[in-house]
């Protein structure tokens, strides 16, 4: 038994062996394989793994940073920052959602609509990061949450702050902030890397202008974390950087006397200083409560603005555009004189009405105002006059001179609100409306009807650079003394229109750019301008200071919202009994005081009738208040020139 | 038979202690000292449950295997059908009475541990095909009737642990049975039609399947698949490798395993967390005392002079590389997650306790070497 499978078993160890040295090879090729394999994680793919390592074992979680706040001229804050408590959730702390939602519910006042919206986001958001489930909650609801707060898990009260307007006179130039929305992460770049749920940015206004500086920079705290989203350690805490404060050139105390003034019109003014272009105040009437933006509007409050026939979210000191009306006289007159078209004693007869290509134009004053210089002319806003006139400058000079003071583009910088307006010409009729130019329009535009547009903030700057002696100013918001020596400037060539300016002023590299050809016109403008609110038969005489501290050179406009029919015309039918919508807009421009200019004034009422009733009253009071508050004004600005 | 009785009465105890491999039993001393170091990373480095228990598990079971080293070859050789059979029996227990965790029934419980009998089963069956193929002759062994009784005693356990469900234990306990066999010299042919048998009945072997077995062979295809689901183990190993870099991030450092983002990293993910904190001379570290160790067994079955000791050794060692190269290939993304325990290196008593069993009778191999077995 055992002999005969000796040799078998022989035989069988071979044969073992043999493919047991294939088995051995086949190992060896497997082994290297494997090095190979550790090879390329371990070596070549060795930095792209250990990224994703520390992605895996550190998570940053955003810290909003503090926006900056605005101040007005006299370091008040317009636009400031407060305490406000809010009550955040992190969702994989809690156990059960939905048991949480209803604690919570009895805790604070959170309606079903918001928790459907909670349930939303805590879907589409990793669970680690944090939700916030009201943003501004009163003292007394979170110290409740406080007490309770042991039962409620992944909630966690949380001390922030937010932006606070302490008043809403100045809420449409300081524009409001409210949540990051899709659209404002799409178009605009800064917010990229910027972005922590809950922070407000700027949506209109100087808030949005500024908003990129204003803003801060963002803080993080990063942590290590394990692969349950626990936080096991902070290994690095960034406070991040807050944002930019800002000093305007507002004064808020004109600013709350202004809205004040005219809260129950749909109403716009604005003040600007002649010389240097500080926006003093630019008020827009009826005004909105800011601070509804900041937690995320209320639907009613929202549907009661938009409904408003008054508009109260148009700023309407920019972004309302109305014709100039009579308030274009001024620039009219003095394009027609640079021109040579006229001279100042050329008169002309008005009797009512004129009839020229076939059509007839009224003037405002139906008996006429009979034998009518320029003077004249502008002190009692006879239109025929000026239909002669313009008949004689033709549009296309007129609207060079517009343009010159600054009609029909955008006085202030980075405003998305701001409109440009429209200063008529042949040339634009022909590119935008496709037709030709009628004589008969030339007359419309002589008297600021027709096509042409303009913010209230333009014919503020027509007016104040009339007011300065007819140079070119630059309206900003934003206070620079850098760039504040302008009114030396100006007031040495006022004095001495024919000397170079010293060297000693050419501090700024601001180039003093005349508008006129012969100052002597301006000086024409003016005058005419004072008797309009000064002299008896003036448009504006019965609204005049007598108080020379006070006076003011004003001209007044009324922009014609319909046309009136001949019958109304023979009717004489009074603005007051139309109805409200087809009044016409009140408009008035102002500069002051007469003797020695520093502040220039546009005032405009919606359909508030004629330009000398309603809008000069509101001229006349905010002069007072704002030359009232003039020599603190200087003050401050000499002491802030000691700094720099 | 006179002589061979007596080259085996005549050692004597030295001779018995000099016999033995010291290659082989250092290098197996110095992988546990290893990994005992990784287990106490695995605690977060301080002397926890795992740490603890594997100390004493690594002690008791390395002192099991210099024990068995010493019982006579002849021993193993008579008594491996009743040892398979033995095993056998616990895995039908575990059928009836195991302890369920996870979804699957795979230990019973024995009071002073939790016996997994199908890591046991990987050696049984070697063992007992070893002494099978030893016994057939070599014009038999490719008749077809000596083939039926392989294919049951190899059929059986596979189907036993594959229900368990434990795919992974199950591929590898066939793996082990069908080296012996090819060892033995049953011919290709017969290998090529079992396995297009195989491949025939697959279609019915996936439907047995459960969900989240498909899942795991689909995610290995594309572990990008489902990146947070079942792809997660794949991709989160690949990264603390990966990061483990050249010289790796240093003992207890190791951020993958100590954030917890390695899944079950006492046990299938060891050498991950090792080859993350020793990075890429660790790895080869270890490689190198598992390549040892597997020569070292090849080469006691080639001085061993019984074609059962031969056959053995060569199927334990071929065995225990495949169980290596199979848990490296996984945990490196060469093959799916099918769960098997790297020797030694894993937590896990049973898999120590079969390997140690292994290597006792391996090294009973090289004392008895001249030793006929029958």
Known sequence: ?644 | MFRARSIQSSLSIKDKIISIDYILVISIFILGLTSILAMYSTDGGEFKYHTKSHILRFFVFFGMFLTLSFIQIRFWHSQSYLIYILFFVLLLGVKYFGLTSSGSKRWLDLYFMNLQPSELMKVGLILFLAKYYHRTSIENLNRVRYLFLPIVVLIAPVILVATQPDLGTALLIAAGGLTVAWLAGVRVKFFAISGLAFLALLPIAISFLKPYQKSRILTFLNPERDPLGAGYQIIQSKIAIGSGGLFGKGFLQGSQSYLDYLPEKHTDFIFTLFSEEFGFFGSLFILLLYAIIVWRIIKIGNVTRSNFGKLFCYGFGTAFFIYVVVNMMMVLGLLPIVGSPLPILSYGGSSMMAIMLGLGIVMSCKVYKDTPVN
């Open chain 1, 1 to 644: 038994m055992f002999s005969p499978s000796s040799g078998n078993t022989v035989i069988k160890s071979k044969l073992i062996g043999r493919r047991m040295f294939l088995l051995t090879a086949a190992k060896a090729i497997v082994t290297f394989g494997i090095i190979g394999r550790l090879v390329s994680l371990q070596i070549n793919e060795r930095t792209k793994y250990k990224t994703l390592s520390d992605k895996n074992r550190f998570r940053e979680w955003k810290l909003a940073p503090e926006r900056g706040v605005i101040r007005d001229f006299f370091d008040k804050e317009i636009a400031s920052n407060q305490q406000v408590y809010q009550v955040h959730l992190i969702p994989e702390n809690s156990k059960d959602i939905e048991k949480l939602f209803v604690r919570l519910k009895t805790i604070l006042n959170i309606t079903e609509k918001k928790l459907f919206y909670l349930r939303r986001v805590i879907a589409k958001q990793k669970p680690w990061e944090p939700i916030i489930v009201s943003d501004n909650i009163t003292w007394s609801e979170f110290s409740r949450l406080n007490l309770f707060l042991h039962e409620l898990e992944g909630v966690k009260p949380i001390v922030s702050v937010a932006r606070m307007y302490p008043d809403n006179s100045s809420a449409h130039i300081l524009g409001y902030v409210s949540q990051v929305s899709a659209k404002d992460l799409q178009t605009k770049k800064y917010l990229k890397d910027l972005h922590v749920p809950g922070m407000s940015i700027g949506k209109t206004g100087l808030e949005r202008k500024l908003d990129e500086e204003i803003i801060g920079k963002i803080g993080f705290q990063r942590y290590e974390v394990n692969a349950y989203g626990k936080r096991i350690k902070q290994i690095l805490i960034n406070e991040g950087q807050a944002g930019k404060s800002f000093k305007t050139t507002l004064d808020f105390e004109v600013q709350k006397f202004t809205s004040e003034l005219i809260k129950d019109k749909a109403a716009a003014v604005c003040v600007m200083d002649v010389y240097n272009g500080d926006i003093i105040s630019l008020v827009s009437s009826p005004t909105f409560e800011p601070n509804e933006f900041v937690h995320g509007l209320d639907k009613k409050y929202w549907n009661s603005l938009i409904k408003n026939e008054m508009k109260p979210l148009t700023n309407k000191a920019i972004a309302g555009l109305y014709p100039p009306g009579s308030t274009i006289k001024t620039l009219v007159a003095l394009s027609a004189l640079e021109n040579g078209v006229i001279k100042p004693l050329d008169t002309f007869k008005c009797e009512g009405k004129i009839e020229l290509y076939g059509e007839k134009f009224h003037c405002w004053e139906k008996d006429g105002h009979g034998i009518v210089n320029l003077r004249k002319g502008i002190q009692r806003s006879c239109d025929v006059y000026f239909y002669e006139v313009a008949r004689k400058l033709g549009v296309d000079r007129l609207s060079e001179t517009a343009k010159k003071f600054g009609l029909g583009k955008k006085v202030l910088n980075g405003f998305i609100e701001e409109r440009a307006g429209v200063v008529p010409n042949t040339k634009w009729k022909k590119k935008f409306i496709g037709q030709n130019w009628y004589l008969g329009e030339t007359l419309h535009s002589g008297i600021g009807q027709g096509y042409f547009q303009s913010t209230p903030l333009q014919l503020c700057l027509m007016t104040a650079q009339i007011a300065n002696g007819g140079f070119e100013i630059k309206p900003r918001i934003i206070f620079d003394k850098k760039n504040n020596n302008l009114r030396e400037y100006i007031k040495y060539k006022n004095e001495n229109p024919n000397d170079p300016l010293p060297t000693d002023l050419l501090v700024s590299n601001f180039e003093l750019k005349p508008l006129f050809k012969n100052q002597e016109h301006i000086n024409l403008i003016k005058d005419a301008m004072f008797s309009s609110s000064n002299e008896p038969g003036g448009t504006s005489y019965r609204h005049r200071w007598e108080n020379k501290k006070f006076t003011f050179a004003g001209k007044t406009g009324s922009s014609q919202i319909k046309r009136f029919t001949e019958a109304q015309r023979e009717a004489e039918v009074k603005q007051e009994s139309l109805p409200y919508k087809d009044r016409d807009h009140a408009l008035f421009v102002a500069y002051a005081p007469y003797s020695d200019p520093k502040y220039a004034i546009s005032v405009l009422v919606e359909h508030g009738g004629s330009g000398g009733k309603a809008a000069a009253p509101i001229a006349k009071k905010v002069i007072k208040k704002v030359l009232e508050r003039h020599e603190l004004r200087e003050r401050i600005d000499s002491l802030l020139g000691e700094q720099v």
